[in-house]
């Protein structure tokens, strides 16, 4: 399992690290500068599409990975000598790997589109319609790569996975708002899919599901490595090109994993939303925050669950901070979800309920303080 880990880790970590030293050195040349704004935080130029190092710190691992596991097909004496767990898995990786670089392919037409628009700039419409032709691609290569949800219509199950993909592309999008924060959650929500998987036996009743826990732990090194550009205070932006690229590699290695049947009960299936419980969240209140005032819910603006904080006094790193706790406060409940029965699954749920409405109790609270105190100074 070290193997595992490190291997995966280590190289995506390394290889996006140096890849955004690159990103920086070029960003401006290429026309990917992020310009102040009125709905930004930063007060000046900024270098972006960080996506692209990301996705090179996924992408070449894999292909080397990809180069090495030939070989050792090819080899048999030289895959002898690795480790007893690994060796009886080459095939079974080998089998997989066009299943990989298919969802690499989607992976690489959500940056390319994040690029495209931190370059130029595209509206939203035009966004919407790439991400719902990706999505409808993508799920229709694979009948493995959709929501089953224990019903027999393919039909709904594939709308709902292509909602499921471009809703967290498009919420991981929303929460790239401050220094650290879109990269960090979303480090933190696939290391914790990472262990439930790798907790999870497959549905087959074999073991723990070592393909899709190493693509997770690959895309948690590739966060980490842009993170030491990103966090506060940033020198480099993820872009959209990081944002939907992220969020649709989350979105797709919660459909490739099995969460629940065989062994494991039905109501573990709900682990991705412990996980990925915040960004959620952040999303619908900022469309129903939007709504309400007669605004667009694809305008940009700083009603975020991030800006929402730092109204109440926060500072940027401290908002960053506490939205980390909550994702992984959400996020530890799904470590217990096949472990526990129906009642105990039921718990686990209302606290996570629990968590996101003291939050918005105390948001409330804290907006009503302010305007009150603002109303009785003047």
Same mark, same amino acid.
């Given at each position: 399992?070290?193997?595992?880990?490190?291997?995966?880790?280590? &190289?995506?970590?390394?290889?996006?690290?140096?890849?955004?030293?690159?990103?920086?050195?070029?960003?401006?040349?290429?026309?990917?500068?992020? =310009?102040?704004?009125?709905?930004?935080?930063?007060?000046?130029?900024?270098?972006?599409? %960080?996506?692209?190092?990301?996705?090179?710190?996924?992408?070449?691992?894999?292909?080397?990975?990809?180069?090495?596991?030939?070989?050792?097909?090819?080899?048999?004496?030289?895959? $002898?000598?690795?480790?007893?767990?690994?060796?009886?898995?080459? &095939?079974?990786?080998?089998?997989?790997?066009?299943?990989?670089?298919?969802?690499?392919?989607?992976?690489?037409?959500?940056?390319?589109?994040?690029?495209?628009?931190?370059?130029?700039?595209?509206?939203?419409?035009?966004?919407?319609?790439?991400?719902?032709?990706?999505?409808?691609?993508?799920?229709?290569?694979?009948?493995?790569?959709?929501?089953?949800?224990?019903?027999?219509? &393919?039909?709904?199950?594939?709308?709902?996975?292509?909602?499921?993909?471009? %809703?967290?592309?498009?919420?991981?999008?929303?929460?790239?708002?401050?220094?650290?924060?879109?990269?960090?959650?979303?480090?933190?929500?696939?290391?914790?899919?990472?262990?439930?998987?790798?907790?999870?036996?497959?549905?087959?009743?074999? %073991?723990?599901?070592?393909?899709?826990?190493?693509?997770?732990?690959?895309?948690?090194?590739?966060?980490?490595?842009?993170?030491?550009?990103?966090?506060?205070?940033?020198?480099?932006?993820?872009?959209?090109?990081?944002?939907?690229?992220?969020?649709?590699?989350?979105?797709?290695?919660?459909?490739?994993?099995?969460?629940?049947?065989?062994?494991? &009960?039905?109501?573990?299936?709900?682990?991705?939303?412990?996980?990925? $419980?915040?960004?959620?969240?952040?999303?619908?209140?900022?469309?129903?925050?939007?709504?309400?005032? %007669?605004?667009?819910?694809?305008?940009?603006? =700083?009603?975020?669950?991030?800006?929402?904080?730092?109204?109440?006094?926060?500072?940027?790193?401290?908002?960053?901070?506490?939205?980390?706790?909550?994702? $992984?406060?959400?996020?530890?409940?799904?470590?217990?979800?096949?472990?526990?029965?129906?009642?105990?699954?039921?718990?686990?749920?209302?606290?996570? $309920?629990?968590?996101?409405?003291?939050?918005?109790?105390?948001?409330?609270?804290?907006?009503?303080?302010?305007?009150?105190?603002?109303?009785?100074?003047?």
């Amino acid at each position: 399992m070290t193997w595992l880990i490190a291997g995966s880790l280590v &190289p995506s970590m390394l290889i996006c690290w140096i890849a955004c030293w690159m990103v920086r050195i070029y960003a401006p040349r290429l026309g990917l500068v992020d =310009k102040p704004g009125e709905r930004k935080i930063h007060s000046s130029d900024m270098p972006t599409g %960080g996506g692209l190092g990301i996705w090179l710190g996924i992408v070449l691992p894999m292909a080397v990975g990809q180069l090495a596991l030939w070989l050792l097909l090819k080899m048999p004496d030289l895959a $002898a000598k690795l480790p007893e767990f690994v060796a009886p898995h080459l &095939p079974g990786l080998w089998q997989q790997s066009a299943k990989l670089w298919i969802l690499l392919a989607g992976g690489t037409a959500m940056m390319i589109l994040g690029l495209i628009d931190d370059r130029r700039g595209l509206g939203w419409k035009t966004k919407l319609a790439v991400q719902t032709v990706v999505a409808i691609a993508v799920v229709a290569a694979e009948d493995s790569w959709r929501m089953t949800l224990f019903v027999d219509m &393919p039909m709904l199950t594939a709308a709902i996975s292509v909602l499921w993909i471009v %809703g967290l592309a498009n919420s991981f999008n929303m929460l790239d708002n401050m220094d650290g924060l879109s990269g960090g959650v979303a480090a933190i929500a696939a290391g914790m899919l990472a262990v439930v998987v790798l907790l999870s036996p497959e549905a087959s009743g074999g %073991g723990p599901q070592l393909f899709v826990a190493g693509f997770l732990l690959v895309l948690v090194g590739a966060l980490v490595g842009f993170l030491w550009h990103n966090h506060y205070p940033a020198r480099l932006f993820m872009g959209d090109a990081g944002s939907y690229l992220v969020g649709y590699l989350l979105a797709m290695g919660t459909m490739t994993a099995t969460f629940a049947g065989g062994q494991m &009960p039905r109501h573990a299936i709900l682990a991705p939303l412990c996980v990925l $419980a915040v960004p959620l969240y952040d999303s619908f209140t900022v469309v129903v925050i939007r709504l309400r005032e %007669g605004r667009s819910p694809f305008v940009g603006d =700083k009603s975020h669950f991030s800006h929402r904080l730092v109204e109440l006094g926060m500072s940027e790193p401290r908002a960053v901070w506490t939205i980390y706790l909550a994702t $992984a406060a959400c996020g530890l409940g799904a470590l217990l979800l096949h472990q526990v029965n129906l009642g105990g699954a039921c718990v686990i749920l209302l606290l996570v $309920a629990c968590m996101l409405l003291l939050i918005g109790i105390l948001e409330t609270a804290g907006r009503r303080s302010r305007r009150n105190g603002d109303k009785e100074r003047n």
